[in-house]
């Protein structure tokens, strides 16, 4: 059987965690899409770490030019 960990600000075991997607920023520019892990009983933020899935953030000067 598997030991689970428990939450460092209520003390719950952490069985299960709320999945969100998050936006990492390095001197106020976006640079790389995140995951962070949040506890379901307090909503504590128990990790972030970048997602290795996503594809990368398009650039603004890449994108489409704006409606004249």
Known sequence: MAIQGLC???GKRVLHV???N???VVEGSSK???LCFTCI???TVLGVQID???KPRSR????AP???
């Open 8 to 10: 460092p600000k209520c």
């Open 18 to 20: 709320n999945v969100e």
């Open 22 to 24: 998050v936006v990492g």
């Open 32 to 34: 790389a899409r995140c």
């Open 41 to 43: 009983h307090c909503n």
């Open 52 to 54: 290795q899935r996503s």
């Open 60 to 63: 603004s000067a890449q994108a």
């Open 66 to 68: 704006p409606a004249a």
